[in-house]
């Protein structure tokens, strides 16, 4: 009996993640040829992409205590760099579902509007949809594939760099000291010159607040 190494082990799960969801872009790429939209089959791959979440959370945020952050260990590094790989692929699974969700609506407007289907604009905005999901799950595959592959290897995969290197932090705080506050009357100047904006009215807390005040 061959024995299976942890890294090897990691290894093996994370390249099978990367393979349900490019069985999942595929799946995209066969709607894609049809010429119709095909709400029933878009609505079953969403569905099995909802069920690949609830394997991916778990896989993010199971606990491993016996792994220092500073242990060199072969199988504690691997095991460090599967979890920030999973987190990325739960984050890229859950956009493709977002931007797929459109094609579902669309699909169902295009079955429901009166007239030929060939001939809808919900045709067009499925198809779109469909290239969005598609573009989001071919990154999700092959980065995965590449932290699979250097799971233990001195330098760290670009994924992972832009998550754990310095660069990730300079630019998290960059963004929040650039940050503006918003301006006030942005609502007046949006409706432009001569609209009638109103505000909404105090609450009652507001106003009891304000009250207390005096």
């Known amino acids: 009996m061959t024995y299976t190494t ?14 349900n969801l490019h069985a999942f872009r595929e799946e995209l790429w066969r709607l894609y040829t049809f010429r119709d939209p095909q709400t029933a089959r878009l609505g079953a791959l969403l569905e099995r992409m909802t069920q690949a979440q609830e394997t991916l959370l778990p896989n993010t945020t199971d606990e491993y205590d016996t792994v220092a952050p500073d242990s060199t260990q072969p199988a504690d590094i691997a095991w460090r760099r599967c979890t920030v790989a999973y987190a990325y692929a739960g984050l890229l699974n859950a956009k493709a579902i977002l931007r797929l969700q459109p094609a579902l609506v669309s699909a169902t407007l295009a079955r429901l509007t009166p007239g030929p289907a060939y001939a809808s604009p919900h045709r067009l905005a ?76 105090h609450s009652r807390a507001t106003s009891a607040r304000t009250g207390a005040r005096r």
């Open 6 to 19: 942890p890294v090897e082990l990691q290894s093996q799960w994370l390249h099978g993640t990367a393979d």
């Open 126 to 201: 499925y198809f779109k949809s469909l290239s969005a999901g598609r573009e989001v799950l071919d990154e999700a595959v092959w980065k995965l594939r590449e932290v699979a592959e250097h799971l233990t290897a001195p330098e760290e995969p670009d994924l992972l760099k832009a998550f754990t290197g310095d660069a990730a932090f300079r630019m998290v705080r960059s963004a929040a000291v650039i940050a503006k506050p918003a301006e006030p009357n942005t609502a007046r100047k949006a409706a432009g010159p001569g609209a009638v904006v109103v505000a909404a009215p």
